[in-house]
């Protein structure tokens, strides 16, 4: 069965740090699809990106990137020059290959508090 | 575009009365339809999930149950509440294959007296 750990539950830097969030996954599949989610204060899950097993390249968005390493079963979440804004609780989720109902697999959430 | 409505905001009910939150998604056809908890401080727990109208499945037996009467209506009840129920329930839709993501509603805090 599929899994999805975020070691990480709370984690908490000040204004302008890097930090990293770490997503270790499990799988049986050779297909599958790794995703992360933002959830702000106000409650409702933000869709960041989607990832397929069989394209490791690691991705920059802005101040985001992620970094796909299939050999150590690792889907990392890197925000550089972290704001205030960026606090949040933040989910990684894995997708199988043909799972009836499109289900998601959720981490249990790394709590990001940027202080100023 | 597509777009995912959650109802009410926020609700405080007492203990053993019945529940009715209901989400809707305009903008596409035939979604899957899911139902999430979020226990205070805590992950996501799937409760229900839908590919159709009138199929439901559960994931986690309870007092709680799903129906979806229409494609892009699906709603979340109970004849009688309990303390356990507090909590955040969050709405969400996703089409095609597994490789597309769920898209979120903006939640219901459930608060119970």
């Known amino acids: 069965a599929q899994k999805v750990t975020q070691a990480q539950t709370e984690i908490s830097v000040v204004e302008k740090e890097d930090v990293t969030l770490d997503c270790v996954y499990e799988?049986?599949?050779?297909?599958?699809?790794l995703f992360w989610y933002k959830q702000p204060p106000s409650g409702e899950l933000v869709f960041l990106i989607r990832?397929?097993?069989?394209?490791?390249q690691n991705e920059i968005s802005g101040r985001y990137s992620w970094n796909f390493q299939k050999s150590t079963s690792s889907f990392n979440f890197t925000i550089t020059a972290s704001q205030v804004v960026d606090s949040a609780v933040y989910f990684c989720?894995?997708?199988?290959?043909?799972?009836?109902?499109?289900?998601?697999?959720f981490g249990g959430g790394t709590r990001l508090m940027v202080k100023p | 575009s597509q777009t995912i409505h959650q109802w009410p905001a926020t609700l405080v009910q007492p203990v053993g009365s019945p529940l009715s939150l209901e989400c809707t998604v305009e903008?596409?056809?035939?979604?899957?339809l899911y139902w999430y908890r979020q226990a205070a401080g805590r992950g996501l727990q799937l409760l229900f999930y839908?590919?159709?109208?009138?199929?439901i499945s559960s994931e986690v037996p309870q007092n709680l149950s799903a129906s979806r009467p229409q494609d892009r209506q699906f709603i979340l009840s109970s004849k009688k509440l309990l303390l356990s129920d507090s909590g955040f329930y969050l709405c969400?839709?996703?089409?095609?294959?597994?490789?597309?993501?769920?898209?979120f509603g903006d939640g219901t805090r459930l608060s119970i007296l």
């Open positions: 969400a839709w996703s089409v095609g294959d597994s490789n597309q993501p769920q898209h």
């Open positions: 799988t049986r599949d050779t297909t599958y699809y």
């Open positions: 990832r397929n097993s069989f394209d490791e």
């Open positions: 989720a894995l997708s199988e290959l043909n799972n009836a109902g499109n289900m998601l697999t």
């Open positions: 903008g596409t056809s035939n979604p899957n």
């Open positions: 839908s590919v159709g109208i009138g199929q």
